[in-house]
C-alpha cells in the first residue's frame, strides 16, 4: 500500500507540473539531439563514402606516364611487390562538338575503379558510350553524342568521333561535382567523364595502370595504418620508376634511332635510284642533241616520253627531299627526347574530392567537441535551477512523507524518478532524431558538391550511452543534491515554507546621489538582482550560452559568406592565367600574341608561373603553390592586390623575399624573417624567404619580383603565362576566351578564376546549411531557458507578486516589477555572450577551414546585433506570455497559501 501510494504520488508529479516536465524534456532533446547528431554524423558520412569506394574496388594508386605505358612498361609494373591486382587502360580527353564542354574518355575497367549504373546499360560495342551521371539533364539514352574530330593520322586515339549514349554513370575516381582537373582541351578544365569500350581505342600504348594491394584490402581507409603503407607503397614505386624511365628512354632511343636508320637506308636506296635514272635521262638528252645536231629528225612520241621521264625524276626527288626533311626533323625529336615522366597518385592525389569529403566529415568532429558541451551545461545549470524549484515546492509533501515514516531513499526516489524518466525520455527523442534527421541534414549539405548518395545510418551504442548518462545525470544529480539538503531538516520544519531571502543594502545604495533619484520599483529590482544570486547567475549563464551558439553560428556564416567578393574583386583583379608552352615557335608566338591583343582582353601582363608542392602537417598533406614572378611591379598592382589584412596597408616586392598568402604561412607556421623549402616538378628544393604576409583566402600563393625570382631558381627571369582581364569578364566570356587560348599551339594550360569561385561557393554551402541546423537549435535553446528560468522566477515570488498586485499595481506594472530584472540580467548575458562566442567561433574556424581556404578571422558587428536582437526579442516575446499568466493568479489563494 505504501509503494503504491508512492508510486500514485510520482504520477502525479509528472502530470501536475507539465510545463517544467517539458522544459527538462526540451533542454534535453536538443543536447542530445546535438551531440549525438553530430558525433555519428562525421562516422555516417565516412562509412558511405568507404562503402562506395569498396562496392567500386577503388584502386590504390594509378601511374600515368607522359609517353603513355608501354610494354616494357607493363612488364615492370606487373613486379611491384605486394600486388594483388594490376589494370592497364586508354583514356583521352575529347570535347563535345560545338560546345566547350571537355570530357575524358575512358576505356572501361574489369574490376578496379568500375563504374556504378545509374540507367541504362554499360557500354559494349566500340559505338556505344556510358556518360557522367550529371549530364542526364542535358543527354537522354539512344542520342548520339558527337565529338570534335581528331586528326585523321597516326596520332589519332579514339577509332571514331560519335557514339551512342546506352547508359549514364557514377565514378569512384571523380566524387567531386565541380572539379575535374586540368586538360588540353577545351577551356583547359575538365566537365566530366564518360566510359567506352576497350575497343574504341586504337593506341599502342596504355595510358593509366591502376594498382590495388593485398596488405591494404582488409583495412578501412580512414585507418592510419592503411595510409602509411599506401605512402610507403607510393615512395617505393617512385624510387622503381625512376630508373624505369632510364631505361624507358634509352630503349626508346634505340629503336626510334634504328627505325629511323632502316628509313635513311630506304632513303639512300632511293637516292641511288633517282641518281641512276637521272644519269640515265641525261645520257638520252645528249643522244638526241646529237642526233639532232646531225639533222636527224626525232618523232614527237619520242621527245613526249622523255620530257615524262623528266618530270618523274623530278617529283622523285621532291619527294626524297621531303623525306629528307622529315628524317631530320624525326632525328631532332629523338635527340631531344627526355626520360619520360611517371607520376604515380593515391586516392588522394588522383581523385578530386577524395580528401575534401573526409575532411569535411572530421570538421563535423570538431563541431561536435563544441556544441553539445554549451547545450549541456546549459541544461545541466537550467535542471539544477528547475530541480531546486521542485523540492521547494514540495516541501510539505517531504514533510508528509516521513512523518508517514518513508524512508529517505523511498523520498528520494520520487524526485530521482522525476527527473529520469524527463531526462530520459527528452534523451530517447534526442538519439532518434540525433541518429536521423542531423546526420541526413549534415550529409545532404555536403553532397550538394559531391557524387555520394544514400547515406549509410549506423546506431552508436557508446555514443548513445554517453548522452544518456549526461542526460541523465544533468536532472537526477541536482534532484538527489537538492533533495539530500532537504531531508536533513525534520518533519515539523519542512511543513513550514522556506523563510523568504532577506533583502540586504547593495553598493549602489551607498552611491546616494543614483540611489534617491531612483523609483521604487527599479529600487526593489536591483536588491532583487543581489537577493536571488544563483538565478541571477543561471539566467546570465543560460543567455549568454545561448547568444554565444548564435554568435557563433552567423559568425561561422559570415566568416565564409564572403570569401568570394574578398578574394576575386579586391585581391585578385585578373579573370585567367595563360601559361605557355615549354618552347614556343615564332609563328605560335605570333599567334598567342593575336589574341592577346584581341578586342576581348582588357589587359595582359607577362609573369613567370611556376608550381611548387610542399608536404605539411601530420599527414603529410601535399599543398601545392602557385608562385608569381614579375618584372614590372607597377602594372602588377592592377592585376593583384598585396595588402596586410589586419592593417590594410598595401605590400611592395622585395629583392631579399617573397610575400606569402596568410593562409600558407599559418599552415607552414611562417612569419616574416622565416624561411621555407619547397620542390619544383624535377624534386630540387629551393628556398624561400618570408619578407611580408598579403591577405588571401584561397590557394596557396607565392609573389616575387624579378630578382628575387632569380635567387630563388637560379635562372634568368623569362616570362612562361600571362594574368589576364577581360572587358566583358561574364562566366560566357570567360569560357570562350579559356577555349579560344587552349586552341593556340603555344598555350599549355587556361586556369580561371571562375572555377576556384565554384569550388568556394559549393563549400560555402555545405557550411551554412549546417549552421543553419545549429543555429535553430541554439534558437530554441533560448526559448527553453529563458521560459524555464522566468517561469522558476514568477513561481518563487508568486506571493510578492500577488502582494503588490493587491495594493493596486496594474497588470502591465505587475510584469514589469519582475520581467525588469530578466531583461536587464538579459542584457548582461547577451554581453557574456558576445565574449563567449568570440571564443568559440575562433576556436570553430581555425578546426573548420580546409588547408587551401582561409575564413574571415572577425566578426562583424551586424553579427552581433542579429544574435542580440534573437535572443532580446525571444525574452520580449516570453514577457507576453508571462503577462497573461499573471493575470489569471489568484492573488488571495497565494497568499494564502502558506497558512
Not at 582588357?602 to 608561373?609: N, R, S, V
Request: with cysteine; net charge positive.
Amino acid at each position: 500500500m505504501r509503494k503504491k501510494t508512492l508510486n500514485k504520488e510520482i504520477r502525479r508529479s509528472i502530470t501536475g507540473s507539465l510545463g517544467r516536465f517539458l522544459s527538462i524534456f526540451s533542454l534535453m532533446v536538443l543536447g542530445v539531439f546535438a551531440f549525438v547528431g553530430l558525433k555519428v554524423s562525421g562516422p555516417d558520412m565516412r562509412a558511405t563514402a568507404e562503402h562506395f569506394y569498396r562496392q567500386q574496388q577503388l584502386a590504390d594508386l594509378t601511374v600515368t606516364s607522359s609517353l603513355g605505358l608501354d610494354q616494357s612498361d607493363q612488364k615492370f609494373l606487373k613486379q611491384t611487390s605486394g600486388l594483388k591486382k594490376i589494370e592497364f587502360s586508354y583514356f583521352q580527353d575529347v570535347v563535345i562538338k560545338d560546345t566547350h564542354t571537355s570530357l575524358r574518355l575512358f576505356s572501361q575497367p574489369d574490376t578496379l575503379s568500375t563504374y556504378q549504373l545509374m540507367s541504362g546499360k554499360m557500354p559494349q560495342d566500340s559505338g556505344e558510350i556510358a556518360l557522367d551521371y550529371r549530364f542526364k539533364a542535358d543527354y537522354h539514352l539512344g542520342e548520339t553524342l558527337h565529338f570534335a574530330a581528331e586528326a585523321q593520322d597516326e596520332s589519332r586515339i579514339l577509332r571514331k568521333d560519335n557514339f551512342k549514349i546506352v547508359g549514364f554513370v557514377k565514378s569512384s575516381e571523380y566524387v567531386d561535382k565541380n572539379t575535374f582537373g586540368p586538360t588540353t582541351v577545351g577551356t583547359g578544365q575538365l566537365n566530366g567523364y564518360a566510359v567506352v569500350p576497350k575497343n574504341a581505342f586504337q593506341s599502342k600504348v596504355y595510358m593509366m595502370a591502376r594498382l590495388s594491394y593485398k596488405n591494404l584490402a582488409g583495412l578501412s581507409i580512414y585507418d592510419e595504418k592503411y595510409n602509411q603503407r599506401l605512402e610507403q607503397h607510393q615512395k617505393q614505386l617512385e624510387t622503381r620508376l625512376k630508373q624505369q624511365g632510364k631505361s624507358r628512354l634509352s630503349e626508346l632511343r634505340e629503336k626510334s634511332q634504328i627505325e629511323l636508320d632502316e628509313a635513311r637506308q630506304e632513303l639512300a636506296q632511293q637516292e641511288t635510284i633517282l641518281t641512276h635514272q637521272e644519269n640515265q635521262l641525261t645520257e638520252q638528252k645528249l643522244q638526241l642533241e646529237q642526233a639532232q645536231a646531225r639533222g636527224v629528225v626525232m618523232s614527237a612520241t619520242q621527245t613526249a616520253q622523255l620530257q615524262a621521264a623528266q618530270k618523274q625524276l623530278q617529283e622523285g626527288k621532291d619527294t626524297l627531299k621531303k623525306g629528307q626533311e622529315k628524317l631530320k626533323s624525326q632525328q631532332e625529336k629523338i635527340d631531344a627526347l627526355s626520360v619520360p615522366k611517371y607520376t604515380v597518385n593515391s586516392r588522394k592525389e588522383g581523385n578530386p574530392g577524395y580528401q575534401s569529403f573526409i575532411d569535411d566529415s572530421t570538421r563535423i568532429d570538431t563541431l561536435s567537441n563544441i556544441f553539445p558541451v554549451v547545450l549541456f551545461a546549459i541544461a545541466l545549470l537550467v535542471s539544477l535551477t528547475t530541480m531546486t524549484r521542485f523540492v521547494e515546492e514540495e516541501r510539505s509533501n517531504l514533510g508528509l512523507l516521513k512523518a508517514l515514516g518513508y524512508k529517505n531513499a523511498e523520498i528520494r526516489k520520487k524526485f530521482l524518478i522525476y527527473g529520469l524518466v524527463s531526462s530520459g525520455a527528452g534523451a530517447l527523442v534526442g538519439t532518434i532524431l540525433g541518429h536521423t534527421f542531423l546526420p541526413l541534414a549534415v550529409f545532404n549539405a555536403y553532397t550538394s558538391s559531391s557524387t555520394f548518395s544514400n547515406l549509410r545510418l549506423s546506431f552508436s551504442l557508446f555514443w548513445t550511452i554517453v548522452a544518456f548518462l549526461i542526460a541523465i545525470a544533468c536532472s537526477v544529480l541536482p534532484a538527489y543534491w537538492v533533495v539530500a539538503q532537504e531531508l536533513k531538516e525534520v518533519p515539523a520544519r519542512l511543513f513550514l515554507a522556506k523563510v523568504p531571502k532577506a533583502g540586504s543594502r547593495i553598493f549602489l545604495e551607498h552611491i546616494t546621489f543614483i540611489w534617491e533619484r531612483m523609483s521604487f520599483t527599479y529600487k526593489v529590482t536591483a536588491r532583487n538582482l543581489f537577493r536571488y544570486k544563483k538565478r541571477m547567475l543561471m539566467t546570465i549563464f543560460g543567455v549568454a550560452g545561448c547568444t554565444a551558439l548564435l554568435v557563433m553560428g552567423f559568425g561561422i556564416r559570415d566568416s565564409i559568406s564572403g570569401l568570394s567578393t574578398r578574394q576575386f574583386d579586391q585581391i585578385l583583379h585578373y579573370d585567367m592565367i595563360a601559361i605557355k608552352q615549354d618552347s614556343t615557335k615564332k609563328a605560335a608566338q605570333k599567334s598567342l600574341d593575336k589574341q592577346l591583343n584581341s578586342t576581348d582582353i582588357q589587359e595582359k601582363l607577362p609573369i613567370a608561373f611556376e608550381n611548387l608542392t610542399k608536404k605539411t602537417g601530420a599527414a603529410n598533406e601535399v599543398q601545392t603553390l602557385n608562385v608569381i614572378a614579375t618584372s614590372d611591379e607597377t602594372a602588377f598592382s592592377r592585376f593583384v592586390t598585396l595588402r596586410e589584412r589586419k592593417s590594410q596597408d598595401k605590400l611592395q616586392l622585395q629583392k631579399q623575399g617573397s610575400v606569402i598568402s596568410e593562409k600558407l604561412a599559418e599552415v607552414l607556421k611562417v612569419k616574416v624573417g622565416d624561411t621555407f623549402t619547397a620542390e619544383d616538378e624535377d624534386k630540387k628544393l629551393h628556398k624561400i624567404r618570408v619578407a611580408g604576409i598579403t591577405e588571401m583566402y584561397m590557394g596557396h600563393y607565392i609573389f616575387m619580383n624579378q630578382t628575387q625570382y632569380q635567387q630563388t631558381f637560379g635562372r634568368t627571369f623569362q616570362s612562361n603565362a600571362y594574368l589576364i582581364t577581360l572587358k566583358n569578364p561574364s562566366a560566357k566570356r570567360i569560357k570562350d576566351q579559356s577555349a579560344a587560348f587552349m586552341k593556340l599551339p603555344a598555350v599549355k594550360a587556361v586556369s580561371q578564376n571562375s572555377d576556384l569561385k565554384t569550388t568556394i561557393n559549393s563549400f560555402m554551402h555545405g557550411i551554412n546549411s549546417v549552421m543553419f541546423v545549429l543555429i535553430t537549435c541554439a534558437i530554441l535553446l533560448a526559448i527553453v531557458v529563458i521560459y524555464n528560468l522566468t517561469n522558476i522566477n514568477v513561481s518563487e515570488r508568486i506571493r510578492e507578486l500577488s502582494t503588490i498586485k493587491v495594493l493596486g499595481f496594474y497588470d502591465s506594472e505587475v510584469t514589469l516589477y519582475i520581467y525588469r530584472e530578466t531583461i536587464l540580467l538579459s542584457f548582461l548575458g547577451i554581453g557574456a555572450g558576445f565574449g563567449l562566442g568570440a571564443f568559440f567561433h575562433h576556436f570553430i574556424i581555425s578546426q573548420l577551414a580546409p588547408n587551401q581556404i582561409m575564413f574571415a578571422p572577425g566578426l562583424y558587428w551586424t553579427n552581433l546585433v542579429i544574435s542580440a536582437a534573437i535572443t532580446f526579442a525571444t525574452t520580449l516575446a516570453l514577457a507576453l506570455v508571462v503577462h497573461f499568466k499573471l493575470r489569471k493568479v489568484d492573488m488571495l489563494g497565494a497568499l494564502k497559501s502558506v497558512d
